[in-house]
């Protein structure tokens, strides 16, 4: 059906059969659809997520703690297959009602503390660490006010521009043209930005970076959407540009883009991560001819 013959109903009912690609991840209603138990390993830190943008957020932020000699922030790190419906089951929701990845159970105090939303993740880990996040107070608001911004802007790139533009099952002009500017849009105030400071919130890189990076750095590189970053002139953003390089070349975020991905190349996928080790030991290439 085109857009011009769709007339709403005057009540909506759900309809799986038009989720397209997603039918098997979104629906209506919170909740389990089954029981099951989440694994939990040794380390004061259990994620439970995916190498979606967001996912990454944690996993880099963990790496970046390692890195940086927190040894306290050891983990593991749990692949939640969203397409096979991981995300619905019982130990999943008690922690994260809204069933979406990535998921955080903190082990390291007297009680279990769950935490759920990517940008709560990261200020919750920047805080208990007294990293990546500053402390005085003009540049913690910086901080914040940027990691909030990214927060709000996801929807309008992933939800509404990712979605329309390569995911659809069929093209809405309205809703590519909608999304496309309001992308462009958040690439200019990104840019605008880093013209006047080497990272989001001033001179240091912070949490606010993670949030933004894995969203800006994945369409300016062309890893996301299809052909996304040439339809959208993604080059005209010459300081994103000059960000998302100096930020791939640190080793914690290249580790940790690597920490439950379940595509791409097989010697960059680490699909769960238990040790430091595994990134040397563990990855698919490893693996699978062990398997085979």
Known sequence: MSEAEYVPPAVWTWDKANGGQFASINRPIAGPTHDKELPVGKHPFQLYSLATPNGQKATILFEELLGAGHAGAEYDAWLINIGQGDQFSSGFVAIN???????????????????????????????????????????????????????????????GFGH??????????????????ET???????????????????????IADIAAYVWLGNLYRGEAYGDAATFLSLHEYANVGRWVAEIDARKAVQRGRMVNRGQGPLDQQLRERHDASD?????????EPAES
């Not at 995911?167 to 496309?180: L, S, V």
């Open 184 to 206: 462009k849009r958040l690439f200019s105030v990104a840019d605008r930005r880093l013209g006047e400071a080497r990272f989001l919130a001033g001179d240091d890189y912070s």
């Open 97 to 159: 009602p809204n069933s979406k990845i990535p998921a955080l159970l903190d082990r390291s105090g007297p009680e279990p503390i769950r935490v759920f939303e990517s940008g709560a993740i990261l200020l919750h880990l920047a805080e208990k660490f007294g990293a990546f996040i500053p402390t005085e107070a003009k540049g913690r608001a910086e901080c914040l006010s940027w990691l909030m911004w990214q927060m709000g802007s996801a929807p309008f790139m992933g939800g």
């Open 279 to 287: 990134f040397d030991l563990r990855t698919q290439d490893k693996l």
């Open 164 to 181: 329309f533009y390569h995911y659809a099952p069929f093209k809405i002009e309205y809703a590519i043209d909608r999304y496309a500017m």
